[in-house]
């Protein structure tokens, strides 16, 4: 019942509602289209993609073990690959140490599972490969130092046969990769450099790391069937059962916006 002096298009109104619904019922196989049909959960591969920028935790150093000023991307001309000789745990407690006897840092560390550990922002100055002139070394100490380049270390042990692990030739390769997009740094042996290379009394990354393998993933990223080996914390491109089921939910709000919109 309408009140008195109200005037109503019943009419009008009823012809709006058909001519949504018609508009709709256009629209709605192109939605469906669209967002409908994502990967299928069942019999596709699905993939890791180490070429996207790595997800990292933070576990910042003692400000007593990196010099807080922040670099140029242009002054940033290297990567420098470690060994811990220990643990992840060890060299993330080392470097948030602040009462070292001589005080360093690297600027990342990778877990034997992939996991990436930042202690030091990359456009800081971690103390890792050492401040001799520039000159005044042999191959790759005449130029490499703390103040050019970025530090990796790897949980492990030179002389571990089972150094490194595939997780992280694969994390790190993922890293290294986006740093060099990121700060222009080329990606050759010139540029990425173990730091036996510069000066190391511990000969790290050590005779096990296989720098042709290590290189062609830097260079070409990392494919493989999720679970061979296992996620390195690598931001991946999802497909299978949660892109089906995403695309499920974008579909079904689609449907509900679409209703909303005829009878609303």
Known sequence: MFEPGITVNLKGIEMKRIERFSLVRLLLPVIILLFGFGPVANGVDCFIDSTRAPVVKYCPA??????????????????????????????????????????????????????????????????????SPLGSGGKYESRVLNENSIGIEHAGFVDDP?????????????????????????????????HEEIKSAKGDPGPNWNWEYYMDLVKHGYRGPIGEPVDTGSRAERGGASNFIGNSLVLIGAVITALGYIFG
């Open 162 to 194: 089972n150094f490194p692990t595939e997780e992280q030739y694969i994390s790190s390769a993922a890293l290294t990769r986006y740093l060099c997009q990121l700060y222009d740094i080329p990606m050759d042996r010139n540029h990425i450099v173990g």
């Open 62 to 131: 003692s400000i007593n073990n990196f010099s807080e000023n922040y670099r140029t991307p242009e002054e940033i001309n290297y990567i420098v690959i470690h060994t811990v000789q220990g643990s992840k745990d060890s060299a993330i407690h080392t470097f948030s140490s602040g009462r070292l006897s001589y005080p360093r840092s690297a600027h990342y560390t990778i877990g034997k599972d992939g996991e990436i550990i930042k202690s030091v922002p990359a456009r800081k100055e971690a103390w890792h490969a050492g401040t």
